[in-house]
């Protein structure tokens, strides 16, 4: 009898070098953070758990997503520091930080390793909490991404072999760059549930932007308004994600977690919990079991509440890939509690939940035209669910 094969989790020190620093959102004690909460947990050294670091990957590699004279510019920069800003580079959002090539393309390695060993079986699923930086474009860094890991991680596996690709983003940014990156590819299907783009970068996303004309209906977009919470959240996950995913049927099903959505993260207006966001992440697993066999890439993204959500909700997502699941009741371990103290002067949470039950209404319990959630789910069923061959009624 052999045994599964393992669960990748991507980690190693040299991740936190992609850092624009101490002030700005994108600081790398979120992933910190998350780590040792993980490691404090005991998930990093449980059975059946592969935990390995990353190359920097090559230019070769990169230029699959992105121009070759933006990759060079952003070795430029990391080199002396010069901001180029006809490239996105030296912003407000995308500072020019030392080693910005090498930590970006360390990123995208991670994501690429994790995809060809999932696909390649070598393992049963693959977290890369510092990848999902879906806003970087093929020719320039946006909103805090340099390099679009997400993007250069399913060309390698369209590259690999698979024939059809699922892409599922739930950030609450909607997922720009990988959209764009595919727009026209009839191989990749690209799904993003986000805060509305009309109070929230990069403020694309709409529900009628469904795919170019070779690939009609392989874009979706659920743009859900400000101020919504769990139960808002996960009914239009739910009514959506399943059936365009199973639709499609995908070879692989590649996710992006950005826990931006939660009602603590400063840069965003939606108010989902943790107990919401586990139960995504759960939903995702189960979908990647029933439709591509397993095979599941899950990714970071967004989330900027660094003490209180970000560690909890990619711990959960870790605990939920390496089928350890951590139990919402668990408390904080007392000595990751105390770095908190002693790094923030403050008391970081004490609970694996927010105490929310991450109940919701299913889509065929009905729905109600006078609710800005129900609408925004309509509007995304009846842009795209017929060219999926789906009813945007019944299905
Ligand atoms: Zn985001
Ligand atoms: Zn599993």
Known sequence: MTSPAPVRVVWSREMLAYDFGHGHPMTSERLDLTIRLADSLGLLAAPGVDLVGAQIASDDLLQTVHDPAYVAAVHRASVDGTPDLAFGLGTTDDPVF???????????????????????????????????????????????????????????????????????????????????????????????????????????????????????????????????????????????????????????????????????????????????????????????????????????????????????????????ATHHPVDPESKLPEEWRALVRERYGRLGPDQMTDGRDARFSPWSAGYDPGDDVDRSIRATRAAVFPTLGLDPDYD
Do not use: K
């Not at 320039?140 to 690999?160: P, Q």
């Not at 139960?231 to 399943?242: E, F, I, K, M, T």
């Open 98 to 320: 030392p080693d910005m090539h090498e930590a970006s393309a360390r990123v995208v390695q991670g994501s690429v390793d994790s995809a060809l060993a999932v696909w390649e079986r070598r393992a049963m699923h693959a977290v890369n909490v510092t990848g999902g930086l879906h806003h970087a474009m093929p020719a320039a860094a946006s909103g805090f991404c340099v390099y679009n890991d997400a993007a250069v991680a399913i060309r390698a596996l369209l590259a690999a072999g698979a024939q059809r690709v699922a892409y599922v983003d739930i950030d609450a940014h909607h997922g720009d760059g990988v959209q764009a990156v595919f727009w026209d590819d009839p191989r990749v299907l690209t799904v993003s549930l986000h805060e509305t783009g009309r109070g929230l970068f990069p403020g694309t996303g709409h529900a009628g932007e469904t795919g170019g004309p070779e690939a009609p209906g392989t874009a979706v977009n659920v743009a859900l308004p400000s101020g919504t919470g769990d139960a808002g959240w996960l009914r239009a996950l739910d009514a959506v994600v399943p059936a365009v995913v199973r639709a499609f049927a995908p070879d692989v099903l590649v996710t992006q977690h950005g826990c931006d959505t939660h009602g603590l993260d400063p840069l965003t207006h939606l108010r989902v919990t943790i107990d919401g966001q586990r139960r995504a992440a759960e939903l995702l697993h189960d979908l990647a079991h029933e439709v591509a066999d397993g095979r599941w890439v899950a990714l970071g993204g967004g989330g900027y509440a660094v003490v209180d959500v970000v560690p909890r909700a990619w711990t959960h997502l870790i605990g939920i």
